[in-house]
């Protein structure tokens, strides 16, 4: 679905290997600051249930009021929806 919306290989290894992607071709040549921002934010919310400060006004940076609050509700709603595949045990459909 991804490389159909445009997503080219590399940057999708980039973003599964994040935040621990490769130094040499680096997520800040990957990833733009907009997708480096997104994917901080993410992190946070789901490990924290909050975002720090400095991450929230980076990802201000890219997103307006209504979409602040559109991220924030997807990203929970897709950890909710993991949170019950994960419970139920419901097997992958093209696991790795």
């Given at each position: 679905m991804a490389r159909q919306q445009g997503l080219d290989p590399n940057t999708q290894a980039t973003?599964?290997?994040w935040p621990n992607a490769a130094r040499g071709d680096g997520p800040q040549k990957v990833l733009s600051g907009r997708q480096q921002a997104l994917l901080q934010a993410t992190d946070e919310l789901i490990k924290d249930r909050t975002i720090a400060a400095a991450t929230w006004e980076r990802l201000a940076s890219h997103l307006d009021r209504r979409q602040l609050i559109e991220?924030?509700?997807?990203a929970t709603q897709?950890?909710?929806l993991a949170a019950t595949i994960t419970a139920l045990e419901i097997p992958l459909d093209n696991p790795r």
């Open positions: 973003i599964f290997a991220f924030c509700l997807l897709y950890d909710g």
